[in-house]
């Protein structure tokens, strides 16, 4: 069940996000803290579950997140964390479309067995679908998905340990598909290959390096000396990354996008830094700055 985390209290974000991971099948997916980027996210991701506090950064409204959703009909399930555990609350909620409401002071286990009998029953029914056992990618050699994932987190964890930011990029190559069909899958390959070797060579052996989907690769750097340097390296990045596709004579438009996302300042959970990255890559969200990454 991909779940998605409306929250801006890091604390009860980080809280929320250990709790939900022990839960089998449940994967976090993506977070936002104000309303705009709750709304873009949720759109682009189509999460299965949204956790919603009512207060959001900047003055914003779960309430109102919850009612937009709902004009543009998700349909997903809305589940309201909030502080604010009065009667009029709850029927507020209710009446914008939401699915179940939750105390923060004295309903969280509530939540999280609720959630635990919801996954239960679906793995009963064979809703679940096992994540992906492929270690390295077949063309390029470096990491799949799940390894990915796997190293990110440790990375993630190291970093809350540390008390250090760690970054993350998503490259997504434009172009690929129209190159297969003017020049054939061979110069796909070439392509690919150009990019994950140019990729080697500025990588550190702390850092990690994937080929997590067709026409996608993600980096993660960990202990970076700053918010500025994170989103340079990003700049540099995809400067990099076109260089190595211009070798390519071919009529097919190829370029290079690049997407970041720093933990902890955008999201604490895995995925749901690999997912704001991935969406910045696609243009889903705007770009990060540097000064946004002051903690």
Avoid at 131 to 160: C, M, P, V, W, Y
Avoid at 254 to 259: C, S, W
């Amino acid at each position: 069940m991909n779940t998605f985390i409306v929250e801006d209290s890091l604390p009860i974000r980080r809280l929320l996000v250990r709790r939900l991971e022990t839960v089998a099948g449940i994967r976090v997916v993506g977070e936002a803290s104000g309303e705009t980027q709750a709304l873009a996210m949720i759109e682009w991701l189509k999460p299965d579950t949204v956790l919603m506090d009512l207060s959001l950064a900047n003055g914003g409204s779960g309430l109102k997140v919850l009612s937009q959703l709902r004009r543009k009909g998700f349909g997903g399930r809305v589940l309201v964390l909030t502080s604010q555990a009065i009667e009029a609350y709850r029927n507020a909620c209710l009446q914008a479309g939401a699915d179940g409401f939750y105390d923060k002071a004295s309903g969280l286990e509530s939540l999280f067995s609720d959630l635990t009998d919801l996954m239960d029953k679906q793995a009963v029914h064979g809703h679940i679908n096992p994540a992906s056992l492929l270690l390295r990618d077949a063309l390029t050699g470096l990491f799949g998905e799940a390894a990915l994932l796997e190293r990110l987190d440790q990375a993630a964890k190291i970093a809350h340990r540390d008390g250090t930011d760690l970054a993350v990029y998503v490259m997504r190559v434009e172009g690929l598909a129209g190159l297969a069909e003017s020049h054939g899958v061979s110069e796909v390959n070439a392509v690919l290959h150009a990019i994950s070797a140019r990729l080697r060579e500025v990588c550190e052996p702390a850092d990690v390096l994937a080929r997590h989907a067709a026409d996608q690769f993600s980096m993660v750097l960990g202990k970076i000396g700053s918010a500025q340097t994170a989103a340079a390296f990003a700049v540099r990045l995809g400067e990099l990354m076109n260089e190595a596709i211009e070798q390519f004579h071919t009529p097919s438009e190829l370029r290079a996008q690049i997407g970041m996302a720093l933990f902890p300042a955008d999201a604490i959970a895995p995925r749901s830094l690999l997912t704001l990255a991935e969406a910045r890559a696609y243009g889903a969200m705007p770009p990060q700055h540097a000064s946004s990454f002051a903690h």
